[in-house]
């Protein structure tokens, strides 16, 4: 598959896809797979009630295991970034009603390098990781390098009543680069808490920059609006 990308193509290889469906009363089982080449795969399991509007209080129950090697194709959804390398690995399982799901188990990102072309920048050695075990509270952590500096961001995450959800994250780093751009150099040392939900972001907390360098462009010759 070639699809457009805002810096070059992106080309998703597979080597099959299968997807299996039986419908038994009010109930469908099945499973699905995707063989992605030496990108990856991805493999489900499901047994869900039938139709699912109609029967919120019937147990749902599902398996999802993922690995994939190739994170190029997420610049289709994430264009303002690029994903040179890294390792998305998956293993979930839903449990719980259609009117209450869980979804337990751990999502995360390894040894993944991250280039933001518009601040010109790479984050390196980027790791994130959501875990749970009871698919109502997940423990979130992550690090990232860029240049001699380090970012630890570490919180929970509360979906005990979904669409509802909050999270709690602290973010500390020491002489983070966070731009690296003709105009501008910046380091970054932030101590950070953050409480977050659907409808809002509080931050509290104090970003240190230890050094830092601007040099506006020159706008000498830039025409002026007469009086």
Known sequence: LHYPGAREPVVIEYRGAQLRAIAAGRRITGDLSFDLADSGQLQAQYDLPWPARAAPDQPLRGRLRADIRDLRPLS???PAIDLARGRLAA?????GTGAAPQVA?????RDAAVTIPALGVQWRDVELSAR????RHAQ????ARSGDGALRLHGT???ATPPRWTARLKLEGENFEVVKIPQAWLLASPRLDLDMHPRALHVRGEVDIPRGRLAPRDLSNAVRVSD
């Open 105 to 109: 188990g751990e999502v995360a990102l």
């Open 76 to 78: 289709l959804v994430l």
């Open 157 to 159: 995450l509360d979906v």
């Open 132 to 135: 749970s075990t009871d698919g």
């Open 91 to 95: 293993d979930l399982t839903l449990a």
């Open 140 to 143: 979130l952590t992550g690090t």
